[in-house]
């Protein structure tokens, strides 16, 4: 029996691996799923190779692994056997080709269950990318993401290998401070204040992977169960996701033209006072829509009267096209009562995973004790490198030369769009961001028209993921389209492709 079992797994499994890690495997297997019995005694390794057609050195190599491993002893002039001192088990559920021991689908332990992830149909791929065996160019909008074609990859690879075979290699590669880079911090420090007015010091910044990091340390630092949030609506969804992980309420508020509405979150207030109010200043996420001077100031005034915490989630600032961007409100708060979060990702590439928190180096220290237990530290060599072209100017030239690609490509994106599909969706240019918000017109159908697309080799958003607030009818004819990682030329062929998904809806 123990011959034929392992005779069908050779036969369909036999160029895997190195066959005696083959053959150990499969004897584990059956011992572990009860198949094999404590003191059994398996085929002599004459017997087993001839049966397998394998080099019988084969064999007794892996009966030499499994005797060093304990799964089997071997009794002088007797023969191998199953190791006696193994716990005898009743056979175990298996597969229908009897060979693996069956692996259930669903844990077999209890979970905290959480409101269920539900993210849009856009993959993680590249901009453009190709149907294997048949060369068809095919297309995805994204969420606004940077075109890494443009980024400055060559000079972040050049300092990394320098780094990394320099005198101070070794101490790159070994643990360090769960802060980030002591030199990325100092001078990302004279960064954001050149840059966004932030008076700060390396004490007043941590390292992180990406803004997503920054946000779930700070609900950490803040939120305890039952405590209320003051989210908007529509809004970031992986944001709402980390303040529900903490067991926050969520409380929404409206966007408008101008940002959320400062005029519920006042009355609100009277209320009952939130713990964390989280909002994004710039090309807010969906809406792509700037949170104005007004607002913001009365926004810092409630919370300097009511004494909560603002969330500043500026994930966009450096894409800002109808003026110079707003100072964040963290350049002007005399009160501390903001946590100012960013990163690199929408400036340089969504890969380059250098993210930041400025907050009061007390907030620090207790943001940067709960990052050591999920993640340690940061890659240090990756963090040096990004200092390096800190210093030399090689992120604000990329970013100055960038900025004139990513308007020139909104404007071009904004004439495709109203010149084909002004029938189909209406939508305003936005003053900054590197994304285009719209809504289809009555009788279209966001998820549809993204299966239609699908068909045709075009990725979009099929509308969800927007709105978060429960047990309200959802709307689900708005798109969020980044425009800035096709060029010209792709941008006219993804819209091509579009206009044909759209085609069924043509008003009669």
């Not at 303040?243 to 005029?263: Q, R, W």
Request: glycine share 8%; charged share 25%.
């Amino acid at each position: 029996m123990i011959e034929k079992l392992l005779e069908i797994t050779f036969h369909k499994d036999g160029q895997r691996g190195s066959l005696y890690q083959q053959l150990e495997s499969e004897i584990i297997q059956l011992i572990c799923r009860g198949v094999l019995k404590p003191g059994q005694a398996l085929p002599s390794s004459r017997v087993l190779a001839e049966r397998l057609g394998f080099n019988r050195k084969t064999v007794v190599a892996t009966y030499e692994e499994l005797n060093a491993q304990g799964w089997v002893e071997t009794k002088d002039r007797s023969g191998v056997y199953v190791s006696s001192q193994l716990p005898e088990i009743a056979v175990r559920k298996v597969s229908k080709d009897n060979e693996k021991l069956a692996r259930t689908r669903e844990a077999g332990y209890s979970l905290m269950t959480r409101q269920p992830f539900n993210y849009a149909t856009v993959d993680d791929q590249d901009g453009k990318f190709s149907l294997p065996g048949t060369g068809k160019p095919q297309y995805k909008f994204d969420d606004g993401f940077p075109d890494p074609r443009i980024a400055p990859i060559e000079e972040l690879v050049r300092e990394y290998r320098r780094l990394g075979k320099g005198r101070f290699a070794n101490k790159f590669l070994m643990y360090g401070p769960e802060y980030g880079s002591f030199r990325l911090r100092v001078e990302l420090a004279k960064y954001l204040d050149r840059t966004r007015g932030l008076q700060i010091t390396e004490k007043e910044i941590l390292i992180t992977k990406g803004t997503q990091m920054a946000i779930y340390l700070a609900s950490q630092l803040l939120i305890n169960p039952g405590d209320t949030v003051f989210v908007p609506e529509p809004g970031y969804f992986d944001a709402n996701q980390t303040f529900k992980l903490t067991g926050a309420n969520l409380v929404f508020i409206p966007v408008d033209k101008e940002g959320m509405d400062i005029d519920r979150i006042e009355e609100l207030c009277k209320q009952k006072v939130p713990r964390l109010i989280y909002f994004i200043p710039h090309h807010h996420r969906p809406t792509t829509v700037t949170l104005s001077a007004e607002r913001r100031m009365r926004l810092m005034n409630l919370a300097s009267k009511y004494g909560f915490t603002l969330l500043e989630d500026d994930y966009d600032f450096d894409y800002h096209f109808a003026s110079d961007p707003l100072f964040p409100l963290a350049s002007v708060d005399p009160g501390a009562h903001i946590i100012y979060v960013g990163s690199f990702c929408k400036s340089i590439a969504p890969g380059i995973r250098i993210g930041f928190m400025v907050a009061p180096d007390a907030v620090i220290n207790e943001a940067a004790a709960i990052r050591r237990l999920i993640d340690r530290q940061g890659e240090q060599l990756l963090e040096e490198a990004t200092a390096e072209l800190l210093i030399a100017g090689d992120i604000s030239r990329h970013i100055k030369r960038s900025h004139k690609i990513y308007q020139k490509r909104l404007e071009n994106t904004c004439l495709l769009l109203s010149e084909h599909l002004g029938e189909y969706l209406t939508f305003d240019k936005p003053n900054g961001g590197l994304a285009i918000w719209a809504s289809y017109r009555d009788g279209i159908s966001a998820g549809a028209v993204a299966r239609n697309a699908a068909k045709l080799g075009l990725r979009m958003s099929d509308g969800r993921n927007y709105f978060f607030e429960p047990h309200v009818s959802k709307p689900r004819d708005f798109i969020r389209m980044g425009y800035s990682s096709l060029d010209e030329k792709e941008m006219a062929e993804a819209i091509h492709i579009w206009k044909k998904a759209l085609m069924p809806f043509s008003p009669k």
